[in-house]
């Protein structure tokens, strides 16, 4: 039996870091800003605390500034909603990043949907996500994006495959749907109301698994040749795949950690930088206006 691919997702990352640097060191040369991503914690999640410092440390790497805002427990949708505005109207921040779950109390989508899509590096705006759906230039759930170039980096087929998403989250499991139609894959997208899961789950080409609970996909749902992205990760480095009884019978896999988790850090990083660009940019041609017109 042939070995199936590991989806080197830390790898891979580390070449997309090690990109951005030249860029990030080229926006600075040219105007004397640093781009800035600032991430909105709101309360003292230990994970969020954990996802949050470890994006710090990202943009540290390839010359990003990061500003952390961090918010009471609890806070209100409308104390979020003007600090977002804020950060909106803040020249020096080029992304902004909402650490996912807010408390119970906060309409999550609401916020979202208040970062500018300028700087929704995230790409969690209900806006965006129309635009990415549509093929129209915006940024891209970062997630998604980073299953998407993982993907292709490795040479796995995605036209003409089909693919069964489990999961459907506004910022995972419905825009990763999208993006694999956009690369001409049939998706069928399960979630806690579809019938025979496991036998529709056999049925796919490519499995992505975000649902997030542990080992909630087995591995006699997965057919020979199956390729498997594990967009999970729950306590004790387990993926939402039952990956050591499942990877035997796949063409290629992510391991968890080391596979999505890394794609996502370095898709944020890369947009931020992107965000950045298309800032500079527009403010050089609205300067070109000006002294044309002087």
């Known amino acids: 039996m042939i070995e199936p691919i590991i989806l080197d997702g830390r790898a891979l990352a ?79 921040v080029h992304g902004i990043l909402l650490q996912h779950p807010v408390p119970a109390q906060i309409d999550e989508l609401r916020c979202f949907d208040t970062i500018s899509t300028e700087k929704d590096v995230d790409g969690v705006n209900t806006h965006t996500f129309g635009l990415m759906s549509m093929k129209r230039e915006s940024f891209v759930s970062a997630t998604p994006l980073g299953i998407i170039k993982m993907l292709k980096y490795y040479g ?80 004790g480095n387990v993926g939402d795949i039952d990956m050591e009884n499942a990877k035997h019978k796949c063409s290629a896999y992510t391991p968890v950690p080391g596979g999505v988790g890394p794609m996502t850090i370095a898709c944020l990083l890369l947009q931020t930088v992107e965000a950045a660009e298309k800032h500079l940019k527009i403010h050089n041609q609205k300067t070109n206006i000006i002294n044309s017109e002087i």
């Open 156 to 235: 796995v087929q995605i036209e003409a495959k089909e693919a069964v998403v489990v999961g459907r989250s506004q910022i995972l499991g419905k825009p990763a749907a999208m993006l694999l139609i956009n690369e001409n894959a049939t998706v069928t997208v399960c979630h806690s109301k579809t019938k025979n899961l496991p036998d529709v789950v056999r049925r796919a080409d490519i499995v992505i698994g975000a649902v997030g609970k542990p080992e909630f996909i087995k591995a006699d749902w997965i057919k020979e040749g199956a390729v498997l992205i594990d967009a999970g990760y729950n306590p």
């Open 14 to 92: 580390k070449k997309i870091e090690e990109s951005l640097i030249a860029r990030v060191e080229k926006i600075k040369n040219k105007t004397g800003i640093t781009p800035v991503l600032a991430t909105i914690l709101v309360g003292d999640d230990p994970a969020s605390v954990t996802y949050v410092r470890m994006k710090g440390n990202a943009c540290a790497r390839v010359g990003l500034g990061s500003r952390k805002v961090i918010m009471p427990e609890n806070s209100t949708t409308e104390d979020l909603v003007k600090k977002i505005e804020e950060l909106n109207n803040d020249d020096e």
